[in-house]
């Protein structure tokens, strides 16, 4: 059983940066392709990046395209997601999910999650 810990959130004014983090215990970080989601009040929970096992496909949300940029580090086993302009509808809680898939990592579910971290964006 994988485990995953999200940090880097918080509450910040809108036009700020934040920068999510998300470990994951284990060996096979490096076969995952992996995805940040978010939960925004009211909301269903949604696919916000995702990135596969070595780092050369991404996707993104189109709200936050050009703003928002996902990457990972499989010496260190984990995945980041850099924020920049962030928006008031930006706060939500973010979670970070693996998956092993062969498929486009648009399509990622996510088979383990971390627990969230809120991020709060005011104006």
């Known amino acids: 059983q994988e485990q995953l810990v999200e940090s880097g959130g918080g509450s910040v004014q809108a036009g700020d940066s934040l920068r999510l983090s998300c470990v994951v215990s284990g060996r096979a970080f490096s076969s995952y392709a992996m995805g940040w989601f978010r939960q925004r009040p009211r909301k269903e929970r949604e696919l916000v990046a995702a990135?596969?096992?070595?780092?050369?496909?991404?996707h993104y949300a189109d709200s936050v395209k050009g703003r928002f940029t996902i990457s990972r580090d499989n010496a260190k086993n984990t995945v980041y997601l850099q924020m920049d302009s962030l928006k008031r509808e930006d706060t939500a809680v973010y979670y970070c999910a693996a998956e092993f898939t062969t498929g486009h990592v648009a399509g990622i579910r996510g088979d383990y999650w971390g627990q969230g971290t809120q991020v709060t964006v005011s104006s």
């Open positions: 990135i596969s096992w070595n780092g050369g496909t991404t």
